[in-house]
């Protein structure tokens, strides 16, 4: 039997017995910096041909299933619905006759009796008033609040089997994501760090733990284009070798290819750890598990609301000072080329017209032409452009369109405006697009209080393109205290090899990869791309998901040297690389004490969901994420794991899903690590603070409280590239602490009961899992 109870605060002149803190829960034990490699030859069959299965379900665009689970029947399928119920009360049936599963059973419920502490910290057991009514006990600093448990046979509605199953699968997949960010250098939540920890019987230690490494933001008075104080070269050699970037001590180790001893990633090991992820979730059993789960996160949401809501609103009224207008709010995925909105962009177009149209801006056949002759060719005064005409907005016309959508960045359509205005390597080296991001930077810094993280773009052509970044960087001076920078890596190796830009895909990574290793390694011979990689804060792969691609990745896919192709190679490989050459490059810099980079792909807003399994193991967060709604298991490993997720709802609603189908709010509500993002104001929006605009329309359409607002404007500065110093000061000094420790609402506004009960709620999650791992050693007779 199963039982709903709600918890509350204590009446007036109870008294609770006490208890001690989570702090004895400590856990992990020092994890190698060397790549562990794996065999193939380890992989379980079964494993290996689920996992081909997604693939090649995923490259015909099919929608295969192998075992049907409960939610995946149609409502208007009403004999598959009935037969489906009808297997699952057989299997219950035969389960509740077995002896064996009801020691099993039995003992999973002591186990959970035992560990429902680790729902919060400071409750080491449950005080039980009745057999069937524990009541459970809380830590002190914890708010009091309208609390929803379940007591009884918790594994109710799914069988011991299917529950042992699901469990070991899960806690296997956050393993393997535990491992690729750290090799990385990426954050990996401390509440799942502590679980994987005690499953293992281990300590978890404050000192292991490992997070991104941001440089800090200039004092003021400080020079932040300083050359000065620049680490002495080391003259290490580098080399690529099967896409991946190596480093060699010196030149007698390149001959003797003796690495330096860094984690260099290896494509087959890589191919096992997405093989199991993959055939997860293709599993039935853990499919239904996390189905259920999701579905309980959504209703307990609810009901939490319904108890709780005014309570909420009432710590937040007694804040002083503090509201949603003055909370920290960062754009966590925007593109630099269209970071100001239309009218902006009409305005400073004219501007630069009236003040400057004698100007040579473009040198055309070996011809250079002037701003007044450019307007000339194209037919048109600048005095009659409106909003209109200038035709950079994204409409009705650029859904599931993304060529279309892609036309938009040439203001009028015409590529020449784009060349001057929205470009930093161009004839006027890039002074238009500066004058104008420095304009959006000055209303940002006159807000105060929002914060972007644009993209700009590094193609991959040649080695000197990092170079003029830098250059253009610091010649025009377009740091801002509000600005974090992002590099995006388009995926166009296809346009490039059509065009015999290059001769083969290593070309592309190395272009791409090399500068970074060389201003890593001999900084004095590459200053102005140090000075420019302190405030880079990762990189970005973008381009159109949905474009199809004929090739399976594997680990016997070609070495990049070896992909001479004409097609672009799948979104798996790309990623792949990507990640490898950043684990490397970020693993060097931290040895010489410099910042390193996370990685934030695009991923998830269309293709396959297979792009959202390779994010998994290499991405430190991801911008949309919208396919997770596909697949319940990759959803909750994203809720467990704490995965970040930059949503863009406007920018969805024109190119790829309707507004009112987006899932921010469901994931919200499931308590995912979501924020709001605007994209490309210059396409999506009509005001001067797009951020703002998302913000205001997101909450009008799903009714989203204040303290909804706040807890996702935190959940922005949590996963942005901001530096530690920086959270600190915006979100509280304890921001890493778990639960209410570890929230300042002094400075985020958001109410203590609901940070402890999004603690609480991920702690019993997770506890399900740790439960049958222990359960099933304490069962086992070799044990």
């Known amino acids: 039997m199963t039982a709903v109870h709600v918890y509350g605060p204590a009446p007036p002149g109870a008294t609770e017995p006490s208890s001690a803190g989570l702090t004895s829960f400590s856990i992990p034990t020092e994890m190698p910096r060397l790549f562990p490699k794996m065999s193939m030859s380890e992989v379980d069959e079964k494993v290996r041909l689920l996992a081909e299965k997604v693939f090649a379900s995923a490259l015909k665009e099919e929608d295969t299933k192998d075992a049907m689970a409960l939610y995946t029947v149609q409502e208007d399928c009403p004999i598959g619905l009935h037969e489906d119920r009808e297997r699952a009360l057989q299997k219950e049936l035969a389960e509740q006759q077995s002896q064996e599963c009801a020691k099993r059973k039995k003992s999973f419920m002591l186990k959970r009796s035992q560990s429902l502490s680790l729902q919060m910290p400071g409750a080491p057991e449950w005080a039980a008033s009745s057999p069937c009514t524990p009541e459970p006990v809380f830590h002190e600093s914890f708010p009091d ?6 007591s009884g046979d918790y594994c109710a509605g799914i069988t011991v089997e299917y529950y042992e199953q699901a469990a070991k699968s899960l806690l296997g997949a956050l393993f393997i994501r535990e491992k690729y960010s750290r090799l990385a250098y990426h954050n990996f939540p401390r509440t ?27 004092h003021e008075g400080e020079d932040p284009y300083s050359m000065e104080g620049v680490p002495e070269d080391l003259n290490y050699q580098l080399k690529m070798k099967d896409g991946i970037i190596h480093v060699y001590k010196s030149t007698e180790d390149l001959k003797q290819d003796r690495p330096h001893g860094l984690p260099y990633p290896d494509i087959e090991t890589f191919a096992i750890d997405l093989s199991h992820v993959l055939a997860m979730i293709a599993d039935g059993p853990t499919k239904t598990y996390c189905h259920r789960r999701l579905n309980f996160l959504a209703s307990k949401f609810y009901l939490h609301e319904m108890l709780n809501e005014m309570a909420e609103l009432k710590e937040l009224k007694s804040v002083a000072h503090r509201d949603f207008y003055n909370v920290r709010k960062v754009d966590t995925h925007i593109h630099a080329a269209a970071c100001m909105n239309q009218k902006h962009l009409l305005k400073f177009i004219k501007t630069t017209y009236q003040t400057e149209a004698d100007r040579v801006v473009l040198e055309k056949g070996g011809q250079k032409v002037t701003l007044k002759q450019v307007f000339s060719s194209l037919n048109m005064d600048p005095y009659d452009l409106t909003v209109d005409s200038l035709d ?18 040439n203001p009028v359509g015409a590529s020449e405006l784009r060349e001057i205005y929205l470009k930093t390597d161009n004839y006027i080296k890039g002074e238009y697009f500066a004058r104008l991001i420095k304009e959006v930077a000055k209303e940002l810094e006159e807000g105060k209080y929002q914060h972007i993280e644009p993209r700009l773009s590094i193609y991959g052509r040649s080695t000197s393109e990092w170079e003029n970044l830098a250059n253009w960087f610091i010649q025009h001076r377009v740091h801002s205290p509000n600005m974090r920078w992002m590099i995006q890596i388009p995926r166009i190796y296809d346009i490039f090899r059509s065009k015999k830009l290059i001769p083969n895909f290593a070309k592309i990574l190395e272009n791409i990869f090399l500068p970074l290793f060389e201003a890593t390694v001999n900084p004095h011979a590459h200053k102005a791309v140090h000075v420019f990689l302190k ?24 070495k990049p040297e070896a992909w001479t192709a004409d097609d672009n190679p799948p979104y798996t490989y790309y990623l792949f690389y990507m990640y490898a050459n950043i684990m490397v490059l970020n693993n060097l810099r931290s040895e010489r004490g410099l910042n390193t980079f996370q990685f934030r792909p695009h991923c998830g807003e269309a293709g396959s969901i297979t792009h959202l399994v390779t994010a998994f193991l290499t991405a430190d967060n991801i911008s949309h ?12 490993l994203y809720y467990l794991a704490q995965v970040p997720i930059a949503m863009s709802p406007l920018s969805n609603n024109s190119l790829f899903l309707e507004y009112s189908k987006n899932p921010l709010r469901e994931f919200l509500q499931k308590g995912l690590c979501v924020s709001l993002s605007t994209d490309d104001p210059m396409q999506f929006h009509y005001t ?14 799903w009714k989203l409280s204040t303290c909804d607002l706040c807890e996702i404007a935190r959940n922005s500065v949590v996963q942005s590239g901001l530096s530690h110093q920086e959270k600190k000061h915006f979100i509280g000094p304890n921001y890493l602490e778990e639960g209410p420790a570890g929230n300042d609402i002094r400075r985020t506004n958001v109410a203590h009961i609901r940070v402890a009960y999004r603690h609480e709620t991920l702690c019993n999650e997770l506890s399900f899992l740790v439960d049958a791992v222990k359960a099933d050693v304490g069962n086992n007779p070799t044990e």
């Open 535 to 558: 405030y880079v804060t990762g990189f970005d792969s973008v381009d159109d998901e949905s474009k199809h691609s004929d090739h399976m990745f594997s680990y016997k896919s070609p």
């Open 192 to 218: 799942t760090a502590r679980f994987l920890r005690n499953s293992e019987d281990e300590p978890w230690r404050e000192e292991d733990e490992i997070r991104p490494d941001i440089w800090p933001f200039p």
């Open 392 to 409: 950079v907005h994204a409409g009705r016309q650029t859904f599931h369109r993304f060529d279309k959508f892609n036309s938009k960045y």
């Open 145 to 150: 609040f309208q609390r929803v448990t379940i």
């Open 625 to 636: 994420g919208l396919n997770l709604k596909k697949s319940p298991v990759l959803q909750y």
């Open 688 to 701: 001067k603070e797009p951020l703002m605009e998302e913000y205001a329309i997101a909450a009008q359409l």
